[in-house]
């Protein structure tokens, strides 16, 4: 990854241009998920003030498949889900192109500025596109709401996700 491309992601003084496509899933009336891309996302999060989760995925990958269908369908975590975050899918292996401060890089080289190594990972930005903390791998959906509550509540400031869990009667596994 080229320094410049890592400076930029890092530096996160974005122009919030949409030139990437973008998801079509749907939020409204059930419940469902709406996932957009990378710079759709920055916009959105800094309008709403939300944070920012980022699904990292590839088109192989199974587990990654498995997060989709038993994680994110819970109606638990989507609730959560739509409540607090910005929802940005982003395939590692894509050369779908994306606006960061003004040049098109693709999905790919953005997952590879943070870092990512494998899949699924999930990715957290606050509100002003600035890291948080990634994830990596599949989760069932009763740890993945313990992350998803660690991160929106702020918990990641104060102590760390062990004392969290412990704070919440929560023992880890």
């Known amino acids: ?21 973008r998801m079509n899933a749907v939020k409204e009336s059930g419940g469902d998920l709406r996932w957009t891309n990378y710079t759709e996302g920055i916009r959105q999060a800094a309008e709403s003030h939300k944070k920012i989760l980022i699904d990292v995925y590839t088109d192989w990958c199974g587990w990654c498949k498995k997060m989709e ?6 109606q638990g975590v989507k609730d959560y889900l739509l409540s ?18 003004s040049q098109q890089v693709t999905q790919a080289q953005i997952a590879g ?12 930005l606050d ?15 009763d740890t993945f709401i313990g992350v998803l509550k660690y991160i929106a509540e702020d918990a990641y400031k104060k102590m760390g996700y062990k004392e969290y869990l412990d704070s919440q009667g929560v023992h880890a596994k």
Do not use: Q, R, W
């Not at 509100?127 to 959906?141: D, E, F, L, Q, V």
């Open 84 to 101: 607090n975050y910005v929802l940005v899918k982003l395939n590692a292996e894509s050369d779908a192109k994306e606006t960061v401060d």
């Open 127 to 141: 509100s002003n596109g600035h890291p948080i903390t990634m994830a990596p791998g599949y989760m069932k959906p």
């Open 69 to 74: 269908s038993d994680t994110y369908s819970d």
């Open 113 to 124: 500025a943070f870092g990512v190594d494998g899949y699924p990972t999930t990715i957290f």
């Open 1 to 21: 990854m080229n320094s410049a491309l890592v400076s930029l992601l890092c530096g996160f003084t974005l122009l919030f241009t949409n030139t990437g496509p």
